[in-house]
């Protein structure tokens, strides 16, 4: 059984920056594309990024492109999702996940696994 766990969120001014962690534990993270998810309040949960297996390939929604940054280090089993210039609709519950073939199947969430999610909220 693959675990997820997400970490790192927290309460950040406008403009600020986060950094989240995403530590895969069970099998290597080396298996599996994984992605970002967030949920705002009243929302429906949305995609935010996707990594390949060997992190060479990169998927983001259209709305983080070149605020977001996803990365992983597979030595550590870990993957990441540093934040910048955040905005208050980036407040959220973001979830790590894994699975699928590619960083499409990961954005049409053809997942396997979810994390227990990690809250942003961003004041104005």
């Known amino acids: 059984q693959v675990h997820l766990a997400d970490s790192g969120g927290g309460l950040v001014q406008a403009g600020g920056s986060l950094r989240l962690s995403c530590a895969v534990s069970g099998r290597t993270s080396s298996t599996y594309p994984m992605g970002w998810f967030r949920q705002a309040p009243g929302k429906e949960r949305e995609f935010v990024a996707a990594i390949s297996r060997n992190g060479i390939t990169t998927l983001y929604a259209d709305s983080m492109k070149g605020r977001f940054t996803i990365s992983r280090d597979n030595a550590k089993n870990t993957v990441y999702l540093q934040m910048n210039s955040l905005k208050p609709e980036d407040t959220a519950v973001y979830y790590c996940?894994?699975?699928?073939?590619?960083?499409?199947?990961?954005?049409?969430?053809?997942?396997?696994?979810w994390g227990q999610g990690t809250q942003v909220t961003v004041s104005s």
């Open positions: 996940a894994a699975g699928g073939e590619n960083t499409r199947d990961v954005r049409m969430r053809r997942l396997d696994y």
